[in-house]
T-cell receptor, first 111, second 115 residues
Framework: GNSVTQMEGPVTLSEEAFLTINCTYTATGYPSLFWYVQYPGEGLQLLLKATKADDKGSNKGFEATYRKETTSFHLEKGSVQVSDSAVYFCCNAGNNRKLIWGLGTSLAVNP | GAGVSQTPSNKVTEKGKYVELRCDPISGHTALYWYRQSLGQGPEFLIYFQGTGAADDSGLPNDRFFAVRPEGSVSTLKIQRTERGDSAVYLC?????????????FGPGTRLTVL
């Protein structure tokens, strides 16, 4: 079945540092891949997605590329801000549409 | 526009009691999903509706859990004979339902505590 493994947190960075949160997946067929974010006190919201191999999803300065050969979908941002402090979830969806989630990675950005 | 809403936001109950959790999806979304999230974990799929019918209920943990969506809009998740292990945040999401790649939009969740 489908699964997702993402980098354990917490991750603590200084403002303007480079961010990478690793995510790898297993799946049958060709899943869609997503990053969701949960800001403190708020609900889950989609950050970006990619639906086929080599697609790059991007939003708010974050990027992730669907790498079929390495079964990865790593999240990156060149310069993080304090407002990026949140929990980030990687997930995949197969033909059955249900999202399979990683455990989440907590990010704290210090000024 | 209005997002996904869930009521109540918090529910405290005693072991053995029955609870109902409600979800109002985004208007026009035909697909509706229930997940639950335990502390420190990612959400775990429970059930998915397309219209009024349950298209996939493979995530329901046992027969104490049941969900309905009688008119293809509002959904209710019902838990009988609650146990302490049912304590979690129950999340509802909806999507357009036209393609498997459609974005799922989440509600704020209902925090269930079973004493």
């Amino acid at each position: 079945g489908n699964s997702v493994t993402q980098m354990e947190g917490p991750v603590t960075l200084s403002e303007e540092a480079f961010l990478t949160i690793n995510c790898t997946y297993t799946a049958t067929g060709y899943p869609s891949l997503f990053w969701y974010v949960q800001y403190p006190g708020e609900g889950l919201q989609l950050l970006l997605k990619a639906t086929k191999a080599d697609d790059k999803g991007s939003n708010k300065g974050f990027e992730a590329t669907y790498r079929k050969e390495t079964t990865s979908f790593h999240l990156e941002k060149g310069s993080v801000q304090v407002s990026d402090s949140a929990v980030y979830f990687c997930c995949n969806a197969g033909n059955n549409r249900k999202l399979i989630w990683g455990l989440g990675t907590s990010l704290a950005v210090n000024p | 526009g209005a997002g996904v809403s869930q009521t109540p936001s918090n529910k405290v109950t005693e072991k053995g009691k029955y609870v109902e959790l409600r979800c109002d999806p985004i208007s026009g979304h035909t697909a509706l999903y229930w997940y639950r999230q335990s502390l420190g974990q990612g959400p775990e799929f429970l059930i998915y509706f397309q219209g009024t019918g349950a298209a996939d209920d493979s995530g329901l943990p046992n027969d104490r859990f049941f969900a309905v969506r009688p008119e293809g809009s509002v959904s209710t998740l019902k838990i009988q004979r609650t146990e302490r292990g049912d304590s979690a945040v129950y999340l509802c999401a909806s999507s357009l339902g036209q393609q498997r790649t459609d974005t799922q939009y989440f509600g704020p969740g209902t925090r269930l505590t079973v004493l």
